[in-house]
């Protein structure tokens, strides 16, 4: 009885009708919200929610307002799966909608497989650079990188969410503990004493010499937080001392352990690749006598040592390129000109749309003309 | 002659159009033979008509000069005109150029009130005055400027553009310019000279050290600020692209260069002109055409189609017929003549052709697909919505679909002239945006969307209206009107949903995502989910005929928030086409379909055409709607 209920309740138009409508007022609500927000906070809050909460400016509670996109989308497609199943079995003149929604339901999941699995990074090249490694556009980790060797480095790198943890971290590569006495996840730093900024109680590194501050989250879509952290190292239950962590902090802070060297750096997270990419030559041309630009350019070489691959790629607006389960795309560039930076999108659901939009739009245009013609036809006989 | 009318009435149309194609030859200076000279402005080659269009348009709101002088009417075309500007300034700046509307601007400048249009000699004295307004107000970001801020700001524009013309054939203050050339030329030896030895600490002719320096700063300016290039590549094998303006080919002579016969031409033009020697200025562009159409013969083509396409006004001449279309089909209903129908049908036919062709010379000239920017989708709604009107009135012949194209038609002409007021239309498209194939397929597709979505808007409110205020929406006419809606929903479904999907994969491959919830973006995606939600509805009997109505005209302002609302927005990476102006009337627009929606609830027993149908007037009227299923679903 319950589930019959459940059953015609998941199966409605009504629902779908009423889903469609609550859609547009997210979409509208959410996009208005983008002015304030900024794009990236908006859309998490709005589309890739399940609940959108609101609360009053400055209060610490919010309560839930309006279904977010990931209900609506979810119900949206139990809605759609399950009518089909109940309603629709197969008949040729419903041909044109059972493909237009095979088609919808391959876009939703291929979106809701973007979501969870693609990763956006960057890869910032100078001419005649080279790099195995993209770097995140906003998370950050801590690097120890032990450089005895002079050769190689080996690296441990602990994400930012770890450190924001505050605790103590044990890595079996390291011969110390990590203590983290203090993160920022935005802050600013100093080398003078300011109204706001306290002095850092690091004990050796950079540290010393500076005053430090928390700031706010940033919202703007084109900016984004620079953390800083206050770390003690201990080993046998010693300190070694207490160091200060920043992505403000370019020059490497080391330390020497056991005949060993380290080096502490709080960067940009990076994700390192089997190949590498060197960036050849880049263009920025623009229309005579105007500031639009015409186009922008950057020539790669590829390499991959495990496959002996070793070419060109011409990278440019509206022409990535796809290789080793990456698409590297023209984003933006130097001042100078003389450097490009690549987005390399890693998106193993990229083919859905392509697929869903061919479905759908083959569908619509069979149910569209399958009533068409026959009208037309109709009109026209005298 | 009843049965001839509305063939009549194209003839009379289409003869207006074309013996407008062949106007009588020019007396005295050849202006429009100037006027096709091609010019490289906006990274563009472009003629000298298109530069003075534009100009005026952005200092007049123009594409022309008429005023009422001493003795009567004056006109001058907007070639015309360039020509006084450019050569002969000084009359220039006694024509009323310059279209100043805020009264507190005109207060602040102490100018009458009663007056529109200004000339630069009004204006010489206040430049220091508005500069200083300016260079304040430019701090001010632009979507938080006030009108009188927004004025000021126009004018200053107005104001360096015209004083960048005025400098880009010729010297300020200069009478002969070809003399003053060969003096150049002939001083340039001494100059130069004199350069060196001061420069190297030796005695040094003053007067030739200081005649030079003056005339260099003087080509220094005409090369800093010369507002179009002018002069052609001196190696076209090179590079097409190298235009320079009058003041750097001049200059190349102090570094061995030599002068390019196109100066030298441009001089002789100048100075002909300031002598008030017709003969002598169209020898001088007679040979200069011939000069260029040897080396630059693809140039020179474009100039004059361009100069063609200009003088041709399609769109202008398309609004005109569009509007007679629109007014005798109306009146066609009030007194069912067929002929008048039958007029507004041919009529609507023959400004889609012209229609057409504007838009079709438009992508020849440009290379591109119909829409590459706002201004575009302006004109490319209009001659999508006419097309499915037109189809709608073959298949009805009720004048509706007659009606609903001439209006669209209209209405869609008049904002493309408005969005044209910010100058060239036919600028260079950005570097993501240089892709003819997303242009043809995502763009197109998107544009036939928001078109249908009108269209089906239009509809419903003829349905409204129809129903509410007379007793003529019978259940046939309402059921067919239903039928026509629900059809050209449909079709706005399809071209909105795979628009925007096109739209999303085009991301993908510029941007490295496919949906990133960006305004417009979202924009399109609102149409689509409404224009599902009208569809869902229908067929799950949630609305009959009227709910369809106004969930259709509800379209309208879904629509037009996408079409111009996001872009008012300023974020996101589309944000190409921001303009505040538009603001008002979109809101005006929400507006007026706010009402009609509620006019559109209001229980049948106040709809005229419904009063005698309903036998249970006061019980359940609002509920019951028309109590009949819908007929397509």
Redesign the interface.
Same mark, same amino acid.
């Given at each position: 009885m319950l589930l019959d209920k459940l059953i015609s309740f998941f199966t409605?138009?009504?629902l779908?009708?009423v889903c469609?409508?609550l859609?547009?007022v997210l979409?509208?609500i959410?996009?208005?919200a983008?002015?304030d927000m900024g794009?990236y906070k908006?859309?998490n809050a709005f589309?890739r929610s399940f609940i959108v909460f609101w609360g009053p400016q400055g209060a610490d509670w919010k309560i839930p307002v309006f279904p977010g996109g990931y209900l609506i989308g979810g119900v949206l497609l139990i809605n759609l799966v399950a009518a089909h199943y109940k309603r629709f079995g197969f008949r040729r003149d419903k041909l044109g909608i059972i493909i237009t929604h095979l088609g919808l339901i391959l876009?939703l999941l291929g979106?809701l497989a973007?979501d969870l699995l693609?990763r956006?990074s960057n890869l910032h090249l100078r001419i005649g650079e080279a790099r195995n490694y993209s770097e995140s556009d906003r998370l950050t980790e801590l690097a120890v990188i032990d450089t005895t060797d002079g050769d190689t480095e080996k690296v441990v790198a602990i994400p930012d969410s770890t450190l924001a943890e505050q605790r103590e971290i044990r890595n079996a590569a390291l011969p110390f503990t990590i203590r983290v006495k203090q993160y920022l996840a935005n802050s600013s730093l100093s080398d003078q004493a300011q109204p706001g900024f306290e002095k850092c109680p690091a004990t050796a590194g950079a540290g010393p010499r500076l005053w430090m501050k928390e700031e706010p989250r940033v919202t703007k879509?084109d900016a984004r937080d620079v953390p800083s952290a206050l770390l003690e190292l201990e080993a046998n239950g010693q300190s070694l001392g207490s160091w200060l962590v920043s992505e403000y902090l370019r020059e490497p802070q080391s330390v020497t352990f056991a005949h060993h060297t380290y080096t502490l750096a709080l960067r940009l997270r990076r994700y390192y690749k089997p190949f590498s990419l060197q960036l050849l030559d880049f263009r920025h041309d623009?229309?005579? +006598?105007?500031e639009?630009?015409?186009? #922008?350019s950057s020539r790669v070489r590829v390499r991959n040592a495990a496959t002996g691959e070793d070419r060109e790629a011409l990278i440019?607006?509206?022409?990535?390129l796809r290789y080793g389960g990456l698409?590297f795309?023209q984003?933006s560039f130097d001042p100078d000109d003389k450097g490009s930076i690549l987005?390399v999108?890693h998106?193993p659901s990229?083919l859905t749309?392509?697929l869903?939009?061919l479905l759908? +739009?083959a569908g619509?245009?069979i149910? #569209?003309l399958a009533?068409?013609i026959p009208?037309?036809k109709r009109?026209?006989t005298p | 002659m009843k049965k001839w009318l509305p063939w009549i009435l194209v003839a009379a149309m289409a003869a207006w159009v074309v013996t407008a194609l062949f106007p009588p030859p020019e007396k005295g200076f050849q202006a429009r033979e100037f006027g096709q000279l091609p010019v490289?402005?906006?990274?563009?080659i472009q003629p000298f008509d298109s530069v003075a269009r534009n100009s005026l348009l952005q200092i007049r709101t123009k594409q022309s000069l008429v005023w009422s002088g001493e003795t009567g009417s004056e006109h001058l075309t907007a070639s015309q005109w360039l020509l006084e500007v450019l050569m002969k300034s000084e009359v220039a700046d006694t024509r009323p150029a310059f279209r100043i509307d805020s009264p507190e601007l005109l207060g602040m400048l102490k100018l009458p009130e009663k007056e529109k249009y200004f000339s630069f000699n009004q204006l010489k004295d206040k430049l220091d005055d508005i500069e200083r307004q300016s260079d304040r107000i430019q701090g001010v970001e632009p979507a938080h400027r006030t009108p009188f801020e927004k004025q000021v700001m126009r004018l200053q524009n107005a104001l360096v553009l015209y004083q960048r013309l005025k400098i880009t054939l010729r010297p300020p203050n200069s009478d002969d310019f070809t003399a003053e050339l060969a003096q150049f030329q002939k001083a340039l030896g001494p100059g130069l000279a004199a350069v060196r030895a001061r420069e190297a600490g030796q005695k040094y002719d003053e007067q030739a050290f200081g005649d030079f320096i003056q005339s260099f700063s003087v080509f220094n300016d005409m090369a800093r600020y010369a507002y179009a290039?002018v002069v052609p590549p001196p190696n076209p094998e090179a590079s097409r692209?190298?235009?320079e303006t009058v003041g750097t080919n001049v200059m190349r002579l102090a570094h061995g260069g030599t002068l390019s016969p196109a100066v030298q031409s441009y001089a002789a033009l100048v100075t002909a002109y300031r002598a008030n020697q017709p003969g002598q200025f169209n020898a001088a562009l007679d040979s200069y055409r011939q000069w260029l159409g040897e080396r630059f013969a693809p140039e020179v083509k474009k100039g004059q189609r361009e100069f063609f396409y200009n003088g041709f006004q399609a769109f202008y001449k398309a609004l005109v017929i569009y509007v007679l279309a629109f007014v005798l089909a109306c009146v066609s209903w009030f007194n069912r003549s067929e002929v008048l129908r039958r007029s507004a049908f041919y009529l609507i036919v023959l400004a889609w052709i012209i229609h057409t062709v504007g838009i079709g010379f438009r992508m020849v000239l440009e290379g591109r697909p119909p829409v590459t920017n706002l201004y575009s989708s302006a004109v490319f709604i209009g001659w999508a919505a006419a097309i499915l009107g037109l189809a709608l009135e073959r298949?009805?012949r009720d004048g509706l679909g007659a009606a609903i194209a001439s209006l669209v038609g209209f209405v869609t002409l008049v904002i493309a002239h408005n969005l044209a007021l910010a100058g060239d239309t036919m600028?260079?498209l950005?570097?993501?945006l240089?892709?003819n194939f997303?242009l043809a397929t995502h763009v197109v597709a998107v544009t036939l969307g928001y078109s249908a979505t009108f269209v089906a808007g239009m509809l419903a409110i003829f349905y409204l209206i129809r129903g509410l205020f007379t007793s003529t929406l019978d259940k046939d006419t309402s059921k067919g009107l239903a039928?026509m809606v629900y059809?050209i929903v449909?079709?706005a479904?399809?071209f909105s949903?795979?628009g925007t999907?096109?739209g999303?994969?085009?991301a993908?491959?510029?941007?490295?995502?496919?949906?990133?919830?960006?305004?417009k973006e979202?924009?399109a995606?609102?149409i689509v989910?409404?224009n599902?939600?009208i569809l869902?509805?229908r067929?799950?009997g949630?609305v009959r005929e009227r709910g369809l109505m106004n969930m259709a005209i509800f379209g309208n302002i879904?629509t037009s928030?996408s079409w111009f609302g996001?872009n008012m927005?300023?974020?996101?990476l589309h944000a190409y086409g921001f303009m505040d102006a538009a603001f008002k009337w979109l809101m005006i627009f929400v507006g007026s379909q706010v009402a009609l929606i509620a006019l559109g609830l209001l229980p049948d027993r106040y709809w005229k055409s419904f009063q005698g149908r309903s036998p249970q007037p006061a019980a359940a009227p609002a509920a019951s709607g028309l109590k009949r299923r819908p007929a397509?679903a």
């Open positions: 409605s138009l009504k779908t009708v469609l409508a859609a547009v979409v509208f959410g996009t208005l983008q002015v794009l908006a859309q589309f876009l979106q973007t693609s956006e879509m623009i229309y005579k +006598g105007t639009i630009p015409k186009n #922008f440019y607006m509206n022409n990535p698409t795309y984003a987005q999108v998106n990229w749309p392509y869903a939009c759908v +739009g619509l245009t149910q #569209f009533h068409l009208f037309v009109r026209l | 490289l402005l906006n990274g563009r290039l692209d190298a235009w298949l009805y600028e260079m950005r570097a993501v240089d892709t997303w039928r059809g449909c079709f479904t399809l949903f795979t999907v096109l999303g994969i085009w993908d491959q510029s941007w490295g995502r496919f949906w990133g919830w960006d305004p979202n924009g995606l609102l989910l409404w599902a939600a869902h509805a067929w799950g949630l879904v928030w996001v927005l300023g974020v996101g397509a």
